[in-house]
């Protein structure tokens, strides 16, 4: 029997340096630290905002992520105006974060949703969007979501 319209509740992510990781999400979505775990070999975080949990982050990996092998392709944040997108954009710039695409770009040509599309310190694929107000630039890419071939 299918779950009748489920609601993602948290996720959880592989991250070779937890404090590292800590301090990145606190900066860029403003997330607070629920419950943390510093025992040697069980390193976690809770992160998230007082009512909701939102990503959970587990010092488990060796290597930061690959793209070309299976498991989560990116993690998307929705805010409510292209400003805001334009505001984490100025953040992550004075993080020195790598970005996929220069600017606030359309998910795909004619589509007036978009966002900036970056990664994490651990290469976790990251999007910010807004549902509308990105639609003046061009989608970097022909024929296929922004956000799904990178």
């Known amino acids: 029997m299918a779950l009748a319209r489920p609601n993602v509740g948290h996720v959880g992510l592989n991250v070779t340096d937890v404090d590292r990781s800590i301090g990145f999400y606190r900066q860029v979505f403003g997330f607070e630290v629920l419950a943390e775990g510093k025992e040697d070999g069980r390193r976690f975080a809770f992160l998230g905002t007082a009512d909701r949990l939102v990503i959970t982050l587990w010092q488990q990996a060796e290597d930061a992520s690959d793209p070309s092998r299976a498991g989560l392709h990116h993690l998307s944040f929705q805010v409510d105006t292209v400003d805001e997108v334009r505001a984490a954009e100025a953040t992550l710039r004075d993080l020195a974060v790598t970005f996929r695409y220069d600017g606030v770009v359309p998910h795909g040509e004619g589509a007036d949703s978009g966002g900036i599309f970056f990664f994490d310190p651990d290469g976790i694929r990251l999007e910010i969007f ?11 890419t022909a024929g296929a979501p922004t956000c799904g071939f990178f």
């Open 130 to 140: 807004a549902p509308s107000g990105a639609g003046a630039a061009d989608a970097p």
